[in-house]
């Protein structure tokens, strides 16, 4: 029988604090401070979870509605590149109007209680044309990145029109701005670091944080910038035949190295290191600002990354001992085009990887349109984790067994880790998958964690259960929720929420191929009923034969008078999950369409949901449910009870306009030519093809758009090839994608309305040296399928 043993170490001695030259406002009602192991807000452990948004590709007339779609996810700090070039193109042209307004998105991310975390560059990478750099800065000096003063003068006006625009939305001022990042990727020049620090500060800017990316081994300038942290579940910027690489595989493994010499490894000599990986371990807390919230294509190199992979890897990093978890991008988005150049990191600009001139969609868990993914649910599940128990997490230390895996390819080794207090209580951490290679099931495991006090160890569960090959989860051990102990549960937290009847429901999700268990001491439990079968064994009450669900609701009645509920919902259920403010009082909502829980509005909106469909017609469950049924527009609405839910459906109207949009015309106008002859670029690696092929090899097809498509339409196309773009019948390049085996969406209102789409497919070359992840026949290029795609979206409000 597999049993797995730890002995949690002798807790370490109290973190450093105010050792760092951090400082938020002396106003500020919530004081930001940094202690050498976690973040504290308002003097309590704090563990941000930051999500990246690019607003200068994203259409300003969709930010709101996006950043709360965020928010609802579980992000608390809205992280952003400031990206020079689509601001200043031009000299003295700086534009901050349409979707370049900084200043509006930061009042945006003010309303609805988000966290901003500008990074200013002034290099940002982002695949972007010299990494954001302007071309007219780039002519200027043979010396960017540098304390070279003919770059630090064009470098000054960028930072004080920044400021301006952040004027009013410091902490000083009640604004959002918490943290403020410097360059990007930069390994080797400290100093310059430094100088950019001051000379921010110079121009206005001003941040309780001073954060800078720390990959690659960084040197930084001593205490004045907190190093953040990344890790992603696969690269575009490898090689095509590279497979996958090791810098990717370590980040499915709990380790305390918390260095990816990996991320921008193909703009740095990877022999180069700064500084030793573990050089800031002593001084600062592991946090982060890339965990990859998905991945961009190349050229050369198109990966897929999947749902597992993002979650597998966020629960990993949080079992590691992360203390702040920061998505890139947790929002995808489009380039806009350039006036004298297109905008993408390409081979014209000597950087290694051709990239999309429109698209950077990132498999983000919401997508370039603001697309559900089904990743979003799997992090959401881990934020409401952390919204809810993140200030006793984040200070507990992260342990690993002694029997750990044997290197970064031991699959047959179980991978787990525990965070405790270093007395009694803590989370246990599991992952079992990892992409590309399935990781095998362990049956009739167990574990014994033993604590270094005198609290006995803890042995669990009683009866020996297989983790599924793919599983990923946390357990509680000895946590304590209004009074009741739950010693363990074989169900990962969710959340609590509190229902009219003044109990505290604790919720749980189980996962697929365990039976739960659920572990409460006898001593704070003075009665128990509900689901399940109760048996008394060692000082606890034992409670299993649970059926995961709505109904999986175990009350009690706990020793010191209170009412606590556990309610176990099966793994799709919990998925389902948000949690938020609605109509007035905090409520958990289950629905498998997209929820938007909007405060200042006083609104519940939801939102179709592309990615799978959902039921129909629409359904939410709520806990506890409003005094009133809601009431929404061109609907009625029926509640039934469900569990300790109500269970709210939505009957559309029928007189409602909502007709589905018929089939989209599609003609094929000309069948594609012979692939364009492969050619290489930067480090030999295959260079996308010119834009000429497009006008005399592609094979085109017309598509006829209505000029009355609903809001938020996408026109999904299935097709197969090597290149894809959209252009106008004026020639305007509007979409573009590269193969990699997913659907292409474009979203309608992008799209001239009434007026013949053009979509020119170029066919892949046999010898082409490009990675995909599904096969793409040679010499062909073809749309299969054309459909429009309607997204509904539905306002619930207060009766």
């Given at each position: 029988?597999?049993?797995?043993?730890?002995?949690?170490?002798?807790?370490?001695?109290?973190?450093?604090?105010?050792?760092?030259?951090?400082?938020?406002?002396?106003?500020?009602?919530?004081?930001?401070?940094?202690?050498?192991?976690?973040?504290?807000?308002?003097?309590?452990?704090?563990?941000?979870?930051?999500?990246?948004?690019?607003?200068?590709?994203?259409?300003?007339?969709?930010?709101?509605?996006?950043?709360?779609?965020?928010?609802?996810?579980?992000?608390?700090?809205?992280?952003?590149?400031?990206?020079?070039?689509?601001?200043?193109?031009?000299?003295?042209?700086?534009?901050?109007?349409?979707?370049?307004?900084?200043?509006?998105?930061?009042?945006?991310?003010?309303r609805?209680?988000?966290?901003?975390?500008?990074?200013?560059?002034?290099?940002?990478?982002?695949?972007?044309?010299?990494?954001?750099?302007?071309?007219?800065?780039?002519?200027?000096?043979?010396?960017?990145?540098?304390?070279?003063?003919?770059?630090?003068?064009?470098?000054?006006?960028?930072?004080?029109?920044?400021?301006?625009?952040?004027?009013?939305?410091?902490?000083?001022?009640?604004?959002?701005?918490?943290?403020?990042?410097?360059?990007?990727?930069?390994?080797?020049q400290?100093?310059?670091?430094?100088?950019?620090?001051?000379?921010?500060?110079?121009?206005?800017?001003?941040?309780?944080?001073?954060?800078?990316t720390?990959?690659?081994?960084?040197?930084?300038?001593?205490?004045e910038?907190?190093?953040?942290?990344?890790?992603?579940?696969?690269?575009?910027?490898?090689?095509?035949?590279?497979?996958?690489?090791?810098?990717?595989?370590k980040?499915?493994?709990?380790?305390?190295?918390?260095?990816?010499?990996?991320?921008?490894?193909?703009?740095?000599?990877?022999?180069?290191?700064?500084?030793?990986?573990?050089?800031?371990?002593?001084?600062?807390?592991?946090?982060?600002?890339?965990?990859?919230?998905?991945?961009?294509?190349?050229?050369?190199?198109?990966?897929?990354?999947?749902?597992?992979?993002?979650?597998?890897?966020g629960?990993?990093?949080?079992?590691?001992?992360?203390?702040?978890?920061?998505?890139?991008?947790?929002?995808?988005?489009?380039?806009?085009?350039?006036?004298?150049?297109?905008?993408?990191e390409?081979?014209?600009?000597?950087?290694?990887?051709?990239?999309?001139?429109?698209?950077?969609?990132?498999?983000?868990?919401?997508?370039?349109?603001?697309?559900?993914?089904?990743?979003?649910?799997?992090?959401?599940?881990?934020?409401?984790?952390?919204?809810?128990?993140?200030?006793?997490?984040?200070?507990?230390?992260?342990?690993?067994?002694?029997?750990?895996?044997?290197?970064?390819?031991?699959?047959?080794?179980?991978?787990?880790?525990?965070?405790?207090?270093?007395?009694?209580?803590?989370?246990?951490?599991?992952?079992?998958?990892?992409?590309?290679?399935?990781?095998?099931?362990?049956e009739?495991?167990?574990?014994?964690?033993?604590?270094?006090?005198?609290?006995?160890?803890?042995?669990?569960?009683?009866?020996?259960?297989?983790?599924?090959?793919?599983?990923?989860?946390?357990?509680?051990?000895?946590?304590?929720?209004?009074?009741?102990?739950?010693?363990?549960?074989?169900?990962?937290?969710?959340?609590?929420?509190?229902d009219?009847?003044?109990?505290?429901?604790?919720?749980?999700?189980?996962?697929?191929?365990?039976?739960?268990?659920?572990?409460?001491?006898?001593?704070?439990?003075?009665?128990?009923?509900?689901a399940?079968?109760?048996?008394?064994?060692?000082?606890?009450?034992?409670?299993?034969?649970?059926?995961?669900?709505t109904?999986?609701?175990?009350?009690?009645?706990?020793?010191?008078?209170?009412?606590?509920a556990?309610?176990?919902?099966?793994?799709?259920?919990?998925?389902?999950?948000?949690?938020?403010?609605?109509?007035?009082?905090?409520?958990?909502?289950?629905?498998p369409?997209?929820?938007?829980?909007?405060?200042?509005?006083?609104?519940?909106?939801?939102?179709?949901?592309?990615?799978?469909?959902?039921?129909?017609?629409?359904?939410?469950?709520?806990?506890?449910?409003?005094?009133h049924?809601?009431?929404?527009?061109?609907?009625?609405?029926?509640?039934?009870?469900?569990?300790?839910?109500?269970?709210y459906?939505?009957?559309?109207?029928?007189?409602?306009?909502?007709?589905?949009?018929?089939?989209?015309?599609?003609?094929?106008?000309?069948?594609?030519?012979?692939?364009?002859?492969?050619?290489?670029?930067?480090?030999?690696?295959?260079?996308?093809?010119?834009?000429?092929?497009?006008?005399?090899?592609?094979?085109?097809?017309?598509?006829?758009?209505?000029?009355?498509?609903?809001?938020?339409?996408?026109l999904?196309?299935?097709?197969?090839?090597?290149?894809?773009?959209?252009?106008?019948?004026?020639?305007?390049?509007?979409?573009?994608?590269?193969?990699?085996?997913?659907?292409?969406?474009?979203?309608?209102?992008?799209?001239?309305?009434?007026?013949?789409?053009?979509?020119?497919?170029?066919?892949?070359?046999?010898?082409?040296?490009?990675?995909?992840?599904?096969?793409?026949?040679?010499?062909?290029?073809?749309?299969?399928?054309?459909?429009?795609?309607?997204?509904?979206?539905?306002?619930?409000?207060?009766?």
């Amino acid at each position: 029988m597999p049993h797995h043993h730890i002995q949690v170490p002798t807790p370490s001695p109290p973190p450093l604090r105010d050792h760092l030259p951090f400082s938020d406002a002396p106003t500020a009602p919530d004081p930001i401070a940094v202690t050498s192991r976690w973040l504290t807000r308002a003097g309590r452990p704090w563990f941000p979870v930051s999500g990246e948004f690019h607003y200068s590709r994203h259409p300003a007339a969709h930010w709101e509605e996006e950043l709360l779609k965020m928010k609802a996810g579980g992000i608390t700090a809205v992280a952003s590149y400031l990206i020079w070039i689509h601001h200043e193109e031009t000299e003295g042209d700086l534009r901050f109007d349409g979707d370049r307004d900084l200043r509006r998105f930061a009042r945006l991310c003010a309303r609805h209680g988000l966290d901003l975390i500008p990074r200013i560059g002034p290099w940002s990478h982002a695949e972007v044309r010299n990494g954001g750099l302007p071309d007219w800065v780039m002519a200027r000096t043979h010396a960017p990145r540098t304390d070279d003063p003919s770059y630090l003068t064009a470098v000054r006006p960028w930072f004080e029109a920044v400021a301006a625009q952040l004027r009013g939305l410091d902490r000083a001022s009640g604004g959002p701005v918490i943290a403020l990042q410097i360059e990007n990727e930069l390994y080797d020049q400290p100093d310059h670091l430094l100088t950019l620090k001051r000379m921010a500060r110079d121009a206005g800017l001003d941040a309780p944080l001073w954060t800078s990316t720390a990959w690659g081994g960084v040197r930084l300038p001593g205490d004045e910038l907190l190093p953040l942290y990344g890790g992603y579940p696969e690269t575009f910027w490898t090689e095509h035949d590279g497979g996958w690489p090791d810098t990717c595989r370590k980040h499915f493994f709990f380790t305390h190295q918390r260095d990816d010499e990996g991320i921008g490894a193909d703009l740095r000599p990877t022999t180069v290191r700064g500084t030793d990986p573990s050089a800031h371990a002593d001084r600062f807390p592991w946090a982060t600002c890339e965990l990859g919230g998905g991945m961009a294509v190349a050229y050369h190199r198109r990966p897929r990354v999947d749902a597992a992979d993002i979650g597998a890897l966020g629960l990993t990093k949080i079992g590691c001992g992360s203390v702040w978890q920061g998505y890139y991008m947790f929002h995808g988005g489009t380039n806009p085009l350039g006036d004298l150049t297109t905008l993408q990191e390409s081979h014209a600009t000597a950087y290694p990887n051709d990239l999309p001139v429109l698209t950077y969609d990132f498999q983000a868990p919401l997508g370039e349109h603001g697309q559900y993914r089904p990743s979003y649910d799997e992090l959401r599940l881990q934020h409401l984790l952390l919204a809810e128990f993140g200030e006793r997490i984040a200070p507990m230390e992260s342990a690993l067994p002694a029997d750990g895996p044997d290197g970064q390819h031991d699959r047959t080794t179980l991978r787990w880790a525990v965070r405790t207090d270093g007395r009694a209580s803590g989370f246990l951490f599991v992952t079992n998958h990892q992409p590309h290679e399935p990781l095998p099931a362990h049956e009739n495991t167990t574990f014994t964690v033993a604590f270094p006090g005198t609290e006995p160890p803890l042995t669990l569960p009683t009866t020996p259960v297989t983790v599924p090959s793919g599983a990923y989860f946390c357990w509680p051990l000895r946590l304590d929720v209004a009074g009741l102990r739950l010693d363990w549960a074989t169900a990962q937290p969710v959340c609590t929420v509190a229902d009219d009847d003044g109990r505290t429901i604790l919720v749980l999700a189980a996962t697929d191929g365990i039976d739960p268990e659920l572990a409460l001491d006898a001593r704070t439990v003075g009665k128990i009923t509900g689901a399940g079968t109760v048996r008394r064994e060692a000082g606890r009450l034992l409670v299993t034969g649970l059926r995961p669900g709505t109904e999986a609701l175990v009350e009690t009645e706990t020793a010191d008078g209170g009412r606590v509920a556990l309610l176990v919902l099966d793994a799709t259920t919990a998925r389902t999950a948000y949690k938020g403010t609605a109509w007035g009082a905090p409520r958990l909502i289950l629905s498998p369409y997209g929820v938007v829980l909007d405060e200042e509005r006083d609104e519940v909106r939801l939102h179709t949901r592309t990615d799978a469909r959902p039921a129909e017609p629409p359904v939410l469950a709520v806990l506890p449910a409003p005094p009133h049924p809601p009431t929404v527009s061109g609907a009625t609405l029926t509640g039934t009870p469900d569990g300790p839910l109500t269970r709210y459906t939505l009957h559309p109207d029928p007189t409602t306009p909502g007709t589905p949009l018929p089939e989209p015309s599609l003609t094929l106008l000309r069948p594609p030519g012979p692939p364009p002859a492969p050619t290489t670029g930067v480090l030999a690696r295959a260079s996308a093809p010119a834009d000429e092929h497009y006008d005399a090899v592609a094979a085109v097809y017309r598509v006829d758009v209505p000029g009355d498509v609903p809001e938020g339409t996408l026109l999904r196309l299935h097709w197969t090839g090597d290149t894809a773009r959209a252009y106008t019948r004026t020639g305007e390049l509007v979409a573009d994608q590269f193969f990699a085996g997913h659907p292409w969406e474009l979203a309608a209102d992008r799209l001239p309305p009434g007026e013949p789409l053009l979509l020119k497919l170029l066919p892949p070359a046999p010898d082409a040296k490009v990675h995909l992840p599904v096969e793409a026949p040679p010499g062909v290029a073809e749309v299969k399928r054309a459909e429009w795609v309607t997204r509904r979206r539905w306002t619930l409000r207060p009766a």
